[in-house]
């Protein structure tokens, strides 16, 4: 790890919404080799984790010995010099940020308390979370990427480094905040999968509606909005997607197939199937080992 390329991540403007306040981030920072970096101080926050070497951290005159895995903050205004061992330097990844007025309240109060726990630790040092190396690792690789939606992803892992880094600092007590209920109609269509999933062979339309809670035309109207097609049709769809995976992987008879996937009567069951497809199912067979046919 003491090979690993420095980093500094300081143009890139991210801001977390934090609860009611908002995470600046000026730097981010990766030093491979630490050896010495005279007393400085900052006006925000500092988190650094040591992943890797051994040193020492002098904060208001007393010296912190810093091993791999540690973690340790310093607050504004609070000076500390750091000094890696000669023969094993530490390597260190570094957020600097500073707190802003301008998040949201709602739903924001977990964050708060969060945060009044960061603001009551000028400086802490201890154990890390086990993953903050591998959400470093990842920051780094979407940064250099850029593949699409990697802003985000960075603003995503470092809120939750984040989290888990103040977490760190003192016991917090269980989360009291519940997750927002599905409403009826998300409800139903979960349930709707479920069923399908499971009964697709011998689906009943009577059956599901008393699940569900409906009468047969209330439910069909469910289907044509979630999936724009009736129940028949969906029933239908599963049916024939399975026949396909069959005439593809397997050597069974036409006649099997139709059985083995809900259809009482053959003759029914390729009509349907050339409907779908445009052929039939044995010259689909064929076609699909010859890779001129994907399964939809």
Known sequence: TGTMPSILLDDMDIKLPFGSRRLNILCLRREPEIREIPSHTHSGFELHYNYTGHGWVDVAGKRH??????LYITGPDVFHAQ????????????????????????????????METLLANRFWIGPASPDLFTRFECIWDEAARH?????????????????????SLAVQPPSAQQPRRKDINDERRLRVDLYLDKHWRQADVH???RNVGMTERQLNRVFHAYFGMSFTERVLAFRLHEAMRLLQDSDKPIHAIAEAT???????????????????????????????????
């Not at 260190?92 to 998040?103: A, K, M, P, R, S």
């Not at 939606?149 to 977490?167: A, Q, S």
């Not at 199937?273 to 080992?289: D, N």
């Open 147 to 167: 593949a699409p939606g990697y802003l985000d992803v960075i603003r995503n892992e470092l809120t939750v480094l984040l989290i888990h880094t103040i977490r």
């Open 83 to 114: 000094h890696g061992d000669p023969l094993d330097p530490m390597g260190e990844e570094c957020i600097n940020l500073e707190l802003q007025t301008g998040g949201s309240r709602q739903n924001g109060q977990e964050l708060d308390q969060l």
């Open 65 to 70: 010995e810093i091993n791999p895995g540690m």
């Open 207 to 209: 059956v599901l509606a």
């Open 262 to 296: 809900g259809f009482t009567d053959s003759g029914y069951f390729c009509r349907q199937f050339r409907r779908k497809t445009g052929i039939a199912p044995s010259a689909w067979r064929t076609a699909s080992r010859d890779g001129s046919t994907i399964i939809r």
